[in-house]
C-alpha cells in the first residue's frame, strides 16, 4: 500500500506541472550565455544603442574598488566627458533597450570603452592596468568583432545578389542572341522543301507547295521559315504532316472508268 501511494503522489506531482519551471530554466540558460569573467569574477554583458557599456558597479567589482569609488572619480570628472560619446544616461522608460541592466526610477549612469578608459586613468595601480587589458580585449573589443563580421556578411550577400543578378542579365542576353542568331539554315531550310515537295509527290513548289507552307507559317506565327527558331521548327513536323494531309484532301478526286 506505501509503494501504491508513493505512485500515486509521484503520478499527481508530474501531472500538476506547468511550463514555468521549464521557462524559468530556458531564461537562466539564456542569461549564463551574456556572461563573461573579467579579473576572476563574472560581467553580466550590457548593451546599449548597439555598443557595449559597463556601470560604475561593475568597474568598482573589476577594480576590487571600494562601491562608489569609480561613481565619486566620474563626477570629480565629469568636464571632461561627453554624453552619448563616452556615457548614456538611460531613464526608466528605456530599460527595454537593455534587459540585462536594472534600471532604478531615477535612471542610471553607464560608460562606453572610451568613457571607461577615461576613468580607469584615475585608478593607477598594476590590478588597473590587468583589468583593463582584459575587459577592453575579451569585453568591448570582441562586441567591435561581431559588429565587422555581421557587417562583412551583410556586404557579402549584397555582393552575391548583385553577382548574380548580372549572371542572370547576361544569361538571357546571351539566349536572346542564340535566340536571334539560330534560325534555320538555307540547308536546313533546303531540307523543310525537299521534305513537302516529297511528301506531295512533287518535284518544285506549286500551288500545293505554297499552300502547306503558308498554312504552317500560319500555324508558327511568322512569314517565313528563316523567323521559326530551330528547335521550334523540328518539334513543328506534326504540323507540317498535317498540314500536307490537308492540302492532299483538296485534291479532285480521280475515278477510273
Known amino acids: 500500500m506505501a509503494a501504491g501511494n508513493i505512485l500515486e503522489k509521484a503520478k499527481f506531482a508530474f501531472s500538476d506541472l506547468s511550463p514555468w519551471p521549464f521557462y524559468f530554466i530556458k531564461k537562466e540558460g539564456e542569461k549564463m550565455k ?5 579579473n576572476n569574477h563574472v560581467l553580466q554583458i550590457k548593451e546599449f544603442n548597439n555598443q ?6 561593475d568597474i568598482d567589482l573589476l577594480h576590487d574598488r571600494i ?35 536594472k534600471v ?8 562606453t570603452e572610451s568613457g571607461y578608459l577615461m576613468l580607469v586613468k584615475s585608478l593607477q595601480d ?15 573589443r570582441i562586441k ?3 559588429n565587422v563580421q555581421k557587417s562583412i556578411n551583410e556586404i557579402k550577400v549584397q555582393l552575391e545578389t548583385q553577382f548574380n543578378e548580372m549572371v542572370q542579365v547576361k544569361i538571357n542576353e546571351i539566349e536572346s542572341k542564340c535566340s536571334n542568331y539560330y534560325r534555320p539554315s538555307s540547308l536546313e531550310k533546303s531540307n523543310i522543301s525537299r521534305y513537302i515537295k516529297q511528301r506531295l509527290g512533287i518535284l518544285k513548289a506549286d500551288e500545293e507547295y505554297e499552300s502547306v507552307k503558308q498554312r504552317v507559317l500560319l ?5 517565313k521559315w528563316e523567323d521559326v527558331p530551330i528547335e521550334t521548327l523540328k518539334d513543328s513536323l506534326n504540323i507540317i504532316d498535317e498540314s500536307i494531309r490537308v492540302v492532299k484532301l483538296d485534291r479532285p478526286q480521280q475515278y477510273s472508268m
Open 67 to 101: 562601491e562608489g569609488t569609480a561613481k565619486s572619480n566620474f563626477y570629480e570628472n565629469k568636464k571632461h566627458f561627453i554624453e552619448n560619446e563616452d556615457y548614456f544616461i538611460i531613464p526608466k522608460s528605456l530599460k527595454c533597450e537593455i534587459p540585462t541592466l
Open 126 to 140: 598594476d590590478l588597473a592596468w590587468k583589468v583593463q587589458r582584459e575587459l577592453v580585449n575579451n569585453y568591448f
Open 144 to 146: 567591435n568583432f561581431v
Open 34 to 38: 551574456n556572461l563573461i569573467k573579467i
Open 52 to 57: 557595449r557599456v559597463v556601470t560604475f558597479k
Open 104 to 111: 532604478p526610477n531615477r535612471g542610471i549612469t553607464v560608460l
Open 219 to 223: 500555324k508558327l506565327g511568322a512569314n
